[in-house]
Each structure stands twice: as C-alpha cells, then as structure tokens.
C-alpha cells in the first residue's frame, strides 16, 4: 500500500500549500500551483492508496476554502477511482 503523507503544519500562503503538496505528490516542477492542476495530476500521475495530511488544524481561517476545495477534489479522487475497481482514501488527522 502506497501512503503520502502530507504535512501543512506552519503554511502561511495557498503557494506554500501547493509547493507542500508538489513535494509530497511528488509532482513535476511545472505543477501550477492551482486546485485545477492539482486535480489533473492527482487523477492522472497519482498511484498513492491512502493520502494522510496533518497540520490542517493548526492553519489560520482564511485557508478554510482552500482546504474545502482540496477536500473535495480528494473526495472526487476517491469516488472516481472507486468506480474504476482501484481503491484511494484520504484521512485528514491533524
């Protein structure tokens, strides 16, 4: 089973969000930075089964639509894949 972990402790800035979530994903220098690029890769170059993310609790409120729409798209994530018989989750812990 394949886990990234993803840890948004200390993010300041939606980029500092994005440049964690490259890194984590392991996703290629030109990643946009954006929920739409975010979501393509995460569909398309994203062989994780589980993605754990941490550090959402301790960020400031004006993140709380960011993190909504990455939520969503890990939701879209999960059911699309579902639906294909190739099984993803994700776990927000912290």
Not at 45 to 57: F, M, N, R
Request: charged content about 30%.
């Amino acid at each position: 089973m394949k886990i990234i972990e993803l840890d948004l402790t200390g993010c300041k800035y939606l980029s500092e969000i994005h440049e964690r979530i490259r890194v984590a994903f392991d996703f290629p220098e030109w990643y946009g930075k954006n929920w739409s690029a975010f979501w393509d890769l995460l569909w398309s170059e994203c062989d994780a089964d589980k993605v754990i993310i941490k550090g959402v609790l301790g960020l400031p409120n004006e993140f709380e639509q960011a993190l909504n729409i990455m939520n969503e798209i890990l939701e879209r994530n999960k059911k699309e894949r579902a639906s294909s018989g190739d099984p993803f989750d994700y776990e927000i812990i912290s």
